[in-house]
């Protein structure tokens, strides 16, 4: 009898211990989001990733004035203003926006959401000037890590 005791207690032991050691080996494989340097290849590319569909929807030049920039599992989120590249503000007069902006229902703002696929960044989604927080339920929606979104 003491022998079955002694047995199941070491079976119950194996498997506490692998338990342990399979989560962390999980654990270990995620990786924290971080924000990429200014001046990085990262960078850069997930700007010119964005700058295509923007500059094409504007029908103007952009660089990102860039307050928020988390990558995390091979997803970025950004959050800025896009200017013209000496800086300054666009001209939304001749844009989609053009109206909102008259209406005082425009922020000067951008929210995107890229992922890496096939080692180059893509645009899964964009919104340019709103005045709520657009992104609220992007992690949800895009299964997007939660931790690349400003808190």
């Known amino acids: 009898m003491l022998g079955k005791t002694t047995n199941s207690i070491s079976k119950f032991c194996l498997i506490l211990v692998l338990s342990f050691f399979g989560t962390l080996l999980c654990a ?14 990262e960078r850069k590319a997930i700007t010119d ?3 295509v569909p923007v500059e094409k929807k504007l029908k103007q030049s952009v660089v990102f004035n860039i307050d928020h920039l988390k990558v995390q599992d091979g997803w970025a989120f950004m959050f800025g203003a896009p200017r013209k590249p000496g800086g300054g503000k666009l001209d ?5 926006y053009a109206e909102a902006e008259r209406l ?6 951008i929210s995107a959401l890229l992922r890496k696929v096939r080692g180059r960044w893509t645009v899964v989604k964009y919104v340019i ?14 299964r997007a ?3 690349i979104f400003p808190h």
Do not use: H
């Open 49 to 51: 990733a964005l700058r």
């Open 145 to 147: 890590p939660s931790g």
């Open 28 to 41: 270990s494989t995620a990786v924290a989001q971080y924000t990429p340097e200014k001046g990085s290849v």
């Open 129 to 142: 000037g709103a005045t709520d927080v657009v992104y609220i339920e992007w992690d949800k929606q895009y």
């Open 104 to 109: 005082g229902m425009f922020d000067d703002n």
């Open 92 to 96: 939304f007069s001749k844009t989609a």
